[in-house]
């Protein structure tokens, strides 16, 4: 879809933080114009894949402004758990992008074009929020995918979300994007403790089922950015769940992509493409302000969300992202503290688990494969030395907590 400055722009997020007044009330006029714009330039239906060359939530979040000012997530890695990535396709040549994941799984179409939108919304050279970030791609299987390929060993998976975590901390993710729906599990809890701990922001998506659907997205999960849906116009979507775990939204589409079994031109909506479109944001934040810490820029996706009150709710958590803001705010002036630890309602792991986590004094036990491989045990427990648990690491005595004032 070419890009056409008559289109007018909405004079939000990479506009800067100054004005927000004035942008709330051109909201819907601007947003009317770009649906406009975007019904007048849809393609054609065609044999021959043309991928688009922007989206309209480049102009929604002046992507293009942000690229002026150098913000391109360069220097920052990002790592996207999904589908298989198809690195071939037009929308990502240029991108940096490397396949890690540990296993090759038997994906449906849909499932390897769901991957290739993801991330196209985080690098591709056209509309990709963070263009210059190196990305790191993991395969994992969900439902609807065809076979676990060769990604089952001896009855275990090797492609579970909780693997792929920690994995991708191993290699030095800094921001990992998760657009799947999962099934709750200690190893899974223990993967969002290991990435909290090491500073790795998780941002996944909060699901397309119009209901609270907390219990079934990583977002239940403390620390993990739950991300909904608003619409181009800045109201919350239909389509779009919500609960405890939601901390922020952004928009959801329309997305411009194709229809992988008939390689013709195709829209979708999605909390999805909110949620790559967040962990993008960040990677920009990141670059920004590299002195920060994670826990900083926790805490200005918090306080510089748009919201008035600066409340939360289960619709759109703290409020809407603004990216502008994010890279116009300097987090230096918030304390380093995670301020999504505690959820609403209750969340796991504890702030305990992560401490305990951290100083190596979780103990462990016959469920040892359900902590990362990485964990050291630093504890004064005798009898995990005299009968050592199979990988693991141990350190008697060593751990901080005990020369902590």
Not at 11 to 16: D, E, I, L, T, V
Not at 324 to 337: F, H, I, K, M, R
Not at 352 to 372: M, S
Request: glycine content about 10%.
């Amino acid at each position: 879809m070419p890009h056409t400055p008559a289109t007018p722009r909405c004079p939000r997020m990479f506009a800067g933080v100054a004005g927000r007044a004035a942008r709330a009330l051109t909201t819907a006029a601007c947003a009317l114009a770009l649906a406009v714009g975007a019904l007048a330039l849809a393609p054609a239906p065609a044999q021959a894949y043309d991928p688009p060359t922007t989206q309209g939530y480049f102009s929604y979040y002046h992507f293009d402004a942000a690229r002026q000012r150098g913000y391109t997530g360069k220097g920052v890695t990002i790592a996207l758990i999904d589908g298989p990535v198809d690195t071939n396709a037009p929308e990502l040549a240029g991108a940096n992008i490397t396949d890690k994941s540990q296993c090759k799984v038997g994906s449906t179409p849909d499932d390897v074009q769901h991957a290739v939108d993801m991330a196209a919304i985080l690098v591709s050279p056209h509309f990709g929020v963070a263009p210059d970030a190196t990305l790191y791609t993991y395969q994992t299987s969900n439902a609807s995918t065809e076979s676990s390929g060769t990604c089952s060993s001896g009855g275990e998976r090797l492609d579970t979300i909780g693997k792929l975590i920690n994995r991708a901390i191993d290699d030095g993710a800094q921001i990992i994007s998760i657009s799947q729906s999962i099934d709750p599990s200690d190893e899974l809890k223990w993967a969002v403790t290991n990435a909290t701990a090491h500073g790795v922001i998780i941002v996944a998506s909060a699901g397309n089922k119009s209901i609270d659907d907390n219990s079934n997205h990583m977002g239940q999960y403390s620390g993990v950015v739950g991300v909904s849906a608003i619409n181009i116009d800045g109201t919350f979507a239909s389509y779009s769940s919500w609960g405890n775990g939601v901390v922020t939204a952004a928009v959801g589409g329309p997305f411009d992509s194709v229809d992988p079994n008939t390689n013709e031109p195709a829209r979708t909506n999605g909390t999805s493409n909110s949620a790559a479109l967040v962990a993008g944001m960040l990677a920009l934040a990141r670059q920004k302000w590299p002195d920060a810490t994670p826990n900083q820029i926790l805490q200005l996706l918090v306080h510089t969300a748009l919201n008035p009150n600066h409340d939360w709710n289960q619709q759109t958590g703290y409020g809407p992202i603004d990216g502008g803001a994010l890279v116009n705010t300097d987090p230096s002036q918030y304390p380093d503290e995670n301020p999504i630890l505690d959820k609403p309602g209750g969340s796991s792991p504890t702030a305990k688990e992560i401490q305990d986590f951290t100083d190596g004094t979780i103990t462990p036990n016959l469920a040892r494969n359900v902590l990362p491989s990485s964990y050291v045990y630093r504890g004064t427990n005798d009898e995990i030395a005299i009968v050592p648990t199979e990988g693991l690491t141990i350190h008697l005595g060593t751990s901080p907590a005990y020369h902590r004032k």
